[in-house]
């Protein structure tokens, strides 16, 4: 998905939210979006691209509108049981959540303060595996683009 043409402004808010805090590691969606916000947060750091961070895979229905994957009959499954359900060529939630789930394991020991731009989905699914929000709390988040979320050091989960 292209860049939206606020994008700089919205950069600069999500850089003013995050000005205070110093990143030993930055992590990032390889697709457009994040990977462009990743290189304006990082200056000259090191920024990692993980497959892991991608959004949930739509598959066939990359572009769609609800309403005609809705109006499909693997749509109205999906709908039924996204939890288990995947979409047509792509993935369902509990797939993301495994592949969300293996990255935040591999991060094993890091110290510091770790930088993770990611989609929605991803912060839903970190949601529910850091205790934060059980299945129908994650899907009610309030994630807009530009948003924080911070993970303590204890796993507390929070959007700022």
């Known amino acids: 998905m292209a860049l939206s043409p606020d994008f700089p402004a919205a950069a600069a808010a999500v850089a003013a939210k995050l000005q205070q805090t110093d990143f030993t590691r930055i992590y990032s969606s390889p697709l457009l979006r994040c990977r462009t916000l990743a290189s304006f947060l990082g200056g000259d750091k090191t920024v990692v691209e993980d497959d892991r961070l991608m959004e949930l895979n739509f598959g066939k229905w990359e572009g769609l509108s609800w309403q005609s ?4 009959p693997k749509g109205k499954q999906w709908f039924a049981d996204y939890l288990n359900e995947s979409c047509e060529g792509g ?8 592949r969300v789930s293996d990255f935040i394991d591999s991060l094993g020991e890091e110290q510091g303060n770790i930088l993770i731009i990611t989609h929605a989905g991803v912060i839903r699914a970190a949601a529910r595996l850091f205790g934060a929000a059980d299945v129908d709390g994650c899907f009610a988040l309030q994630l807009p683009f530009g ?4 993970v303590g050091e204890k796993g507390e989960f929070d959007i700022l």
Do not use: N, Q, W
Not at 69 to 72: M, T
Not at 91 to 98: D, K, T
Not at 147 to 150: E, G, I, R, S
């Open 147 to 150: 948003c924080v979320a911070k």
């Open 69 to 72: 994957i809705y109006d499909s």
């Open 91 to 98: 993935e369902s939630f509990l797939e993301l959540e495994a």
